[in-house]
């Protein structure tokens, strides 16, 4: 096992915020994990995932031991009557597995085509795009216990997802405070493997604008997998910057969910704004349009922007990987001040996707 010093995490991050890992240990395997949690100068002390970093705001140097995930290798685990199960290891590139899943005949994914970050981090935030989320995919994944050093497995049901959410980003009962009954493995797990069930009887998910406009334009009704990728990914490059030419994070904020009540008082006060009614009746606004609307797109604190193409996303205006790009506060600072615009045009909290570290 090798403990690299003061490693700097620029490439290592997608916003490319000049920060560094004061001790680094990479993971390729089980093994690794338990060279770690073995080392005397180590057990006990706080430790911190890293898988593709493209989820993470850093606002500083990195004071507990990074575990920079680097499980590799994706198969189809085996098929049953109706659906292929394949698995990739957590230090898989997301978008490059999805890739993999179509050439290879197992589609499902393709509407989470291009989605940064590694296998690893999508149970982790739930990731989705397009009308899929990772649940709706999801078998099981295999997890080993940074605290016991015990391996796991876990089905959907015990991830217990959420939107943008699941049981790896919340305490667990002894973390909080007593009274409250909580289950959750933040800062404990480190996933080592995922599974996916892929439907062989495949229908495309549809019914948003932007794949709306792709079928009128190119005549198709009933398009396939490969062409719902090929539309995903020309729609999220038109409108997203690509991480390795402009620093940023994906989408900053999440979603707000508010009943029909309230979304009827905001489009009583601004009739445009974008939103869609949920199966339960709620209804989920555009976090884009609310930031858009308070007039934040292409705004800047400091080197910290919003994008000009997408409010959603927040940008890195520096040269971050030559050693002078954004800071984690200059980050942080324009995202609370959007948040506090909506608040008080809109009464509505906006919340960070990024994990803040």
Partial sequence: MLVQKNVPLQSFNTFHIVAKAHALVRISGESDVQAVLADPK?????????????????????????????????????????????????????????????????PGLENMALIPGTVGASPVQNIGAYGVELQDRFDSLDAIDLQTGQMFTLNAAQCAFGYRDSVFKHASASDIDAGHQALGLKDRALILRVRFVLPKTWKPVLGY?????????????????????DWVCAIRRAKLPDPDVIGNAGSF??????????????????P?????????????????????????????????GVYEKQALVLVNRGTGLAGSGVTGGEV??????????????????????????
């Fill in 42 to 106: 180590i057990v006990g002390k706080p430790k911190f995932v890293l898988g593709g970093g493209s989820n993470i705001v850093l606002t500083g140097d990195v004071k507990p031991l990074v575990l920079k995930v680097e499980v590799m290798g994706r198969r189809l685990l085996r098929e049953t009557a109706k659906a292929f199960i394949v698995e990739a290891g957590a230090g898989e590139n997301w978008h490059d597995f999805v890739t993999w899943t179509l050439e290879a005949g197992y």
């Fill in 209 to 229: 604008a932007d794949i709306d406009k792709k079928m009128a334009e190119q005549g198709v009704s009933q398009p396939t997998a490969q062409q719902l990728f």
């Fill in 272 to 304: 445009k704004v974008v939103h869609y009614v949920l199966a339960d009746g709620s209804v989920k606004l555009a976090a884009g349009w609310l930031i858009d609307a308070c007039g934040w797109r292409g705004k800047s604190v400091g080197q910290a």
């Fill in 332 to 357: 942080m600072t324009l995202a609370k001040a959007i948040q506090t615009s909506v608040y008080e045009r809109f009464g509505i909290r906006l919340e960070t996707e990024p994990v803040i570290i």
């Fill in 253 to 270: 904020f999440k979603n707000p969910t508010v009943t029909s009540e309230q979304c009827a008082d905001i489009i009583a006060r601004d």
